[in-house]
């Protein structure tokens, strides 16, 4: 007999984070994410992660007293945070805005699933360990074990503007040589042999350039730019055509299904996306017109690892890829997406990653990419062990400093006062 859920506990924390640019403006020096930990009587801790800004982790602290004494059951996870949307405030939340300008539109009902994914990857966590299985045992079994991520690129600036914000040793990346000392790096370090470049901050012929020059230094290898749905239809097909044949995909090249339609239509490389398909609904209208041709899943966006699988599923009646997306995330999320990614056949794409870029983490032995690629752990849950220490030190940052949600263009207002979040298509 399985036992209860005992405690659940929601830890927020501030994790330091790089320079990075993109097209809304700039990383904070500090960004929010939300730790949880569900206890069973008989004392197994599942862990979730999920984003910590403060409509997230409001609603997860609504969520986590509706569990005590519930059995470990995923299946209703996401009906329960959405009855506490309520209780909350959410409604504030306008469908027609853009999170951050970069995952789509932003929705309740979004919200709502990036929360209960993080529930629900803890409690598989804990099913896990109470039944000394690993989570992808759970979720049917591993086809692979490795799965391969690809390096995360970004243009950045050496440094936060103020002297004692978060430093590292990656130096700036301002132009096509930076982002290859950049790639050169991220290959050296961990492996990775296909690279995404993120866009959206410079000209496109400047990012153009720097995709090129990636491809001369790195001939053959998989290349992905993705400037966040900047470009007009126009300048997404000028760029395709640069890019044909040495790009793999172009991602969210363009704003809105329609627009992706009308690209997709014109040329012959493949659009990826993490904007216009985030949520089943939105999978009707662009699979129809065959607006994209890989899926960027996101645990967190789409509601759980189950919810992935059947996305994937949904994917592979449409002949449509699936691969994964990330944002700056710590290892109980990476440790998550590398559990479902195993049990997905059919997964080409490296997947995307920014735990490179972070300094910190919450579990006791941060991941090591070998080759660009994860081992798929057989411990029980996740694989992965809290470090209490680490959590109470980046929580009590959260307690002493007054970030509470992601805003990168108030970041960049810090260095270029009259930046303001750019309109559709920026070029
Ligand atoms: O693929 C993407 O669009 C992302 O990874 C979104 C992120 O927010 C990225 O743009 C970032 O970290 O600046
Ligand atoms: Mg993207």
């Given at each position: 007999?399985?036992?209860?859920?005992?405690?659940?506990?929601?830890?927020?924390?501030l994790i330091s984070d790089p320079p990075l640019l993109n097209l809304q403006g700039v990383h904070q020096p500090y960004t929010p994410r939300?730790?949880?930990?569900?206890?069973?009587?008989?004392?197994?801790?599942?862990?979730?992660?999920?984003y910590g800004d403060?409509?997230?982790?409001?609603?997860?602290?609504?969520?986590?007293?509706?569990?005590?004494?519930?059995?470990?059951?995923?299946?209703?996870?996401?009906?329960?945070?959405?009855?506490?949307?309520?209780?909350?405030?959410?409604?504030?939340?306008?469908?027609?805005?853009?999170?951050e300008g970069l995952?789509?539109?932003?929705?309740?009902?979004?919200?709502?699933?990036?929360?209960?994914?993080?529930?629900?990857?803890?409690?598989?966590?804990?099913?896990?360990?109470?039944?000394?299985?690993?989570?992808?045992?759970?979720?049917?079994?591993?086809?692979?074990?490795?799965?391969?991520?690809?390096?995360y690129l970004f243009y950045r600036w050496a440094e936060h503007p103020e002297?004692?914000e978060p430093k590292d040793?990656w130096?700036a990346a301002?132009?096509?040589?930076?982002?290859?000392?950049?790639?050169?790096?991220?290959?050296?370090?961990?492996?990775?042999?296909?690279?995404?470049?993120k866009?959206g901050v410079?000209?496109?012929?400047?990012?153009?350039?720097?995709?090129?020059?990636?491809?001369?230094?790195?001939?053959?290898?998989?290349?992905?730019?993705?400037?966040n749905?900047?470009?007009?239809?126009?300048?997404?097909?000028?760029?395709?055509?640069?890019?044909?044949?040495?790009?793999?995909?172009?991602?969210?090249?363009?704003?809105?299904?329609?627009?992706?339609?009308?690209?997709?239509?014109?040329?012959?490389?493949?659009?990826?996306?993490?904007?216009?398909?985030?949520?089943?609904?939105?999978?009707?209208?662009?699979?129809?017109?065959?607006?994209?041709?890989?899926?960027?899943?996101?645990?967190?966006?789409?509601?759980?690892?189950?919810?992935?699988?059947?996305?994937?599923?949904?994917?592979?009646?449409?002949?449509?890829?699936?691969?994964?997306?990330s944002n700056t995330h710590?290892?109980?999320?990476?440790?998550?997406?590398?559990?479902?990614?195993?049990?997905?056949?059919?997964?080409?794409?490296?997947?995307?990653?920014h735990?490179p870029w972070q300094t910190e983490?919450?579990?006791?032995?941060?991941?090591?990419?070998?080759?660009?690629?994860?081992?798929?752990?057989?411990?029980?849950?996740?694989?992965?062990?809290?470090?209490?220490?680490?959590?109470?030190?980046?929580?009590?940052?959260?307690?002493?400093?007054?970030v509470?949600r992601r805003d990168d263009a108030a970041a960049m207002r810090r260095v270029?006062?009259?930046w303001?979040?750019?309109?559709?298509?920026?070029?």
């Open positions: 007999m399985l036992s209860r859920i005992a405690e659940v506990r929601v830890t927020p924390i939300t730790i949880l930990e569900v206890i069973t009587e008989s004392g197994a801790v599942g862990l979730g992660e999920t403060t409509d997230y982790l409001n609603l997860a602290e609504a969520v986590a007293p509706q569990l005590v004494g519930r059995p470990l059951v995923v299946n209703n996870l996401y009906a329960t945070v959405v009855q506490r949307l309520d209780d909350v405030g959410a409604e504030r939340v306008d469908n027609t805005v853009q999170a995952r789509g539109s932003r929705t309740l009902s979004k919200i709502a699933s990036s929360v209960a994914s993080a529930f629900e990857v803890a409690v598989y966590d804990a099913l896990g360990h109470e039944l000394d299985v690993p989570v992808h045992a759970l979720l049917g079994g591993k086809v692979r074990d490795e799965v391969e991520y690809s390096a002297p004692d040793t130096g301002l132009d096509p040589e930076g982002v290859v000392a950049q790639a050169k790096r991220m290959a050296d370090d961990y492996g990775f042999s296909s690279f995404k470049l866009g410079f000209e496109p012929a400047q990012e153009v350039a720097a995709v090129r020059a990636l491809a001369e230094a790195f001939p053959g290898q998989p290349l992905r730019l993705d400037p749905g900047a470009w007009s239809v126009s300048t997404s097909l000028e760029v395709a055509a640069a890019l044909e044949g040495v790009a793999e995909y172009l991602e969210d090249p363009t704003t809105g299904t329609a627009n992706m339609a009308e690209v997709a239509r014109k040329t012959s490389l493949p659009l990826a996306t993490n904007m216009c398909v985030t949520a089943f609904d939105e999978v009707p209208e662009a699979f129809s017109t065959n607006a994209v041709q890989v899926v960027l899943s996101d645990h967190h966006y789409w509601g759980g690892l189950r919810a992935t699988q059947d996305l994937a599923a949904v994917c592979r009646t449409f002949g449509v890829d699936l691969s994964m997306h710590l290892g109980i999320s990476l440790a998550a997406m590398t559990q479902v990614a195993a049990t997905i056949p059919g997964l080409r794409y490296a997947c995307d990653t735990r983490d919450v579990i006791t032995e941060p991941h090591t990419f070998a080759g660009g690629k994860l081992a798929v752990p057989d411990a029980p849950g996740l694989g992965v062990e809290l470090d209490r220490e680490s959590l109470e030190k980046l929580h009590k940052r959260w307690q002493d400093n007054d509470r270029h006062p009259d303001a979040a750019p309109t559709f298509p920026r070029w």
